[in-house]
């Protein structure tokens, strides 16, 4: 993706941090910051930015799209925090530097995420008091605390959990896929797609189109926890096979796996052609962005 566009959505997304806790405080603050500063690909931002921008025909009004950019990243980072726990999936290396926890200890990271979490709808929900009674922001935030919650990423990180240990049959992996992995890509596309004032039917098909991402997305994450390494990911490899998981890839192997991101994101383009203003630079480089997900070694 170009520079300089996840340059202005890594500067965007900064820009909601807090500064300046006092007292003891701070150390969490700190631990919510070197999570948030720490490099990820800012993937959930930056789909709501394009779809927004795609779609607006005020696409100059981004003060209250860039809180939402926000929160969205928050919500994603936090959910990154707590997953890495020692409770969870206890890894150590995330977007190739130690986790938070072991960086300040459990406890901090702990809290770090539950502030992050909270920090992400109170920095949405301010978009409000600026335009109160906007029905837009109302269903923008709507789809952000229904895609992040139990029948969204938090379900599926449930199931995840519950089903741990235990060899998942396809449906079973298929749900949590949707769930963890791809709520939240649908959200940002949704999101995008209600601030912009986009109607119903544009909504549901970017929805689908978040679902294909997002299933693409995580096919593979699990084809890269096999061929690529921790130097390059920025967090462990081989996780998948070490705990017996029945993956995309496990169940159907690599070529069908490799197929499978290919078909998918192809769905997801032809949905994008049928959905945005396509003449828009925008939606050029949404396109553009789904292809490099689907080709991504990192
Ligand atoms: C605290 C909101 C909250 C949730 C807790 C732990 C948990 C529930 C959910 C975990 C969800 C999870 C980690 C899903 C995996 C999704 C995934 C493939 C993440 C990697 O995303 P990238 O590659 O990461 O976009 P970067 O580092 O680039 O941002």
Redesign the pocket.
Known sequence: MKTELVEKINKTVMSFMPSGAVMPSKYVEDAMYYAMSSG????RPMIMYLTYKALSDNPEEEKILNRFMAAMEM??T???I??DLPA?DNDSLR?GKPTVHVEFGEDVAILA?DAL?NLAYETAVLSMLDKPGDVRLERALMVLMRK?GITG??GG?SADVVMSGKKLKSDERDFIYEC??AALIEASFMAGAYLAGADDKTIELLETAGKNLGLA??VQ?DILDIVSDAETLGKEVGQDEKNDKNTYVAEYGMEEARKFVIEKTEEVISILDRTLKTDREEAVLLKELAKELAGRNS
């Open positions: 990820g690909k800012r993937i919500i994603h936090s959910s990154l707590h997953d969870l977007r995420g979490l992040t990423m938090l990180q963890k992995t997305f995580q994450d």
